[in-house]
Every structure is written in C-alpha cells, then in structure tokens.
C-alpha cells in the first residue's frame, strides 16, 4: 500500500519562513512527480510546486520567488520551503506524488498553514 503523509503545518507570523514535509512510501526513483497543492479558504484547490524526476519544477505565479520546492537528496520525500508569508498563504496544504508507469497520483491527508499576526 502507497501511503503519503505531510507534516510541517503551523502558525507563523506574517514574514516568518515554513517548512513542510512530505514522505511516501516507496521509492522515489519510482516517483515521476512531487507537488504541492493547497486549498485556501473559498477558493479551490490549487497547484502550488511540482518537481518532475528529472529536475523541472514549476510554480504558481503568486508564490514563484518566495517558494522553493527541494526533494533534498532524499529517496521518499519532497519539501516545501515557504518564505516571505503572508495571511493569504493560509489553508491546507496537500502533497501529491505521482508514482510508477501508470502514472498514479496519492494524495496525503494535507497539513494547516495559518498565516497570522
């Protein structure tokens, strides 16, 4: 069974720097792609970062130069570096990874984020 979990979430301050993270269970060679997705309130769900096996990663334009998206050398794992963040940064944020010649998405349960002074 392929399970995904993040962890990470918290209260920060606007300004302040969070980090999440994010373990499969399996193999990342077997992973064609890590993301991150979040659900802001009254909005939908959201791509947030994407990192393909070979190294491309793409981001939304809102969070492009604050955000960074790191597999950090690791085999089952991909991070969510968030700087600069502000109150509309806030929701649930979901990691996603994409696994095997099937292409098959898994989906963590997602972890909270509140941005908040």
């Known amino acids: 069974q392929v399970q995904v979990e993040e962890s990470g979430g918290g209260l920060v301050q606007p300004g302040e720097s969070l980090s999440l993270s994010c373990e499969v269970s399996?193999?990342?060679?077997?992973?064609?792609?890590r993301g991150w997705y979040r659900q802001t309130p009254g909005s939908e769900l959201e791509m947030v970062a994407e990192?393909?096996?070979?190294?491309?990663?793409r981001y939304a334009e809102g969070v492009k130069g604050r955000f960074l998206i790191s597999t950090g050398n690791t085999e089952n794992k991909v991070y969510l570096h968030m700087n600069k963040l502000n109150p509309t940064d806030s929701g649930v944020y979901y990691c996603?990874?994409?696994?095997?010649?099937?292409?098959?998405?898994?989906w963590g349960r997602g972890t909270q984020v509140t941005v908040a002074s």
């Open positions: 996603k990874m994409n696994i095997g010649g099937s292409q098959r998405d898994y």
């Open positions: 399996r193999n990342s060679r077997h992973i064609n792609v």
């Open positions: 990192v393909t096996f070979g190294g491309t990663e």
